[in-house]
């Protein structure tokens, strides 16, 4: 139904506008997180980075390059290689494309307060198509609450699934689920026997007592 397609194409907001929301949030001047004045499209390929963050609860961030920004979940158990496994993902404001390569440590008192690595990153494929075979536009599958990708990173690859639950509160509650595939292997278990940033090579550890100067435990 090409009005459908009309109707998706014209609520595209500029960068600006989808990034309000991750600037209203946050002090620049206290959080060396970047602001997302740089880079607009990040290359061939779409990108993909899992974070993982030390926060007042610790989870894994999922960023999905679409259209100018990272779509983003918070991912409480992070992603499992196991397709049995259904992680709940839920959905955070959009973050810049810069933010990709951030690992650090958020200040106390600012929000997202805790320490980040790039737990793994690369580039993604849509797998989504439509009846004659085209490829379903990200930003359609995301506001139909229906992503499929294939992610080519260092620790995890092939296809993973986004579904949108039903009802809840003002946050999306979405699950991840590992597809059926020859990347599939449920013996894997990377949140826990991978632990080092594909970036820097450090643990999230490391990288908090890096930052902190002395290692105390403030
Ligand atoms: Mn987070």
Not at 151 to 174: C, F, I, N, Q, V
């Amino acid at each position: 139904m090409p009005a459908v397609r009309t109707a998706f194409q014209q609520v595209e907001e500029p960068v600006a506008k989808k990034l309000e929301t991750y600037r209203d949030k946050r002090d620049f001047r206290k959080t060396p997180e970047p602001r997302g004045d740089g880079k607009q499209r990040s290359g061939e390929r779409p990108v993909f980075v899992v974070q993982e963050h030390e926060a007042s609860s610790h989870h894994f961030d999922l960023r999905l390059e679409v259209e100018g920004v990272l779509a983003s979940w918070a991912v409480p158990k992070g992603p499992s290689t196991d397709p049995r496994d259904k992680r709940l993902a839920v959905r955070t404001e959009d973050h810049p494309l810069d933010y990709a390569d951030f690992e650090g440590t958020i200040p106390e008192g600012e929000y997202g307060a805790g320490t980040v690595i790039v737990w793994d990153a690369g580039s993604y494929g849509n797998l989504r198509e439509d009846e004659d075979g085209e490829a379903v536009p990200m930003q359609r599958c995301l506001a139909e609450g229906q992503v499929e990708v294939w992610l080519e990173g260092k620790k995890l690859t092939g296809g993973y699934a986004l579904h949108r639950m039903e009802g809840g509160d003002d946050r999306e509650k979405w699950l991840l689920v590992k597809m059926r595939d020859e990347e599939a292997d449920a013996r894997r278990r990377p949140t826990s026997t991978e632990p080092q940033s594909v970036t820097s090579g450090r643990t999230l550890e490391e990288v908090a007592e890096e930052e902190s100067g002395e290692g105390d435990s403030a």
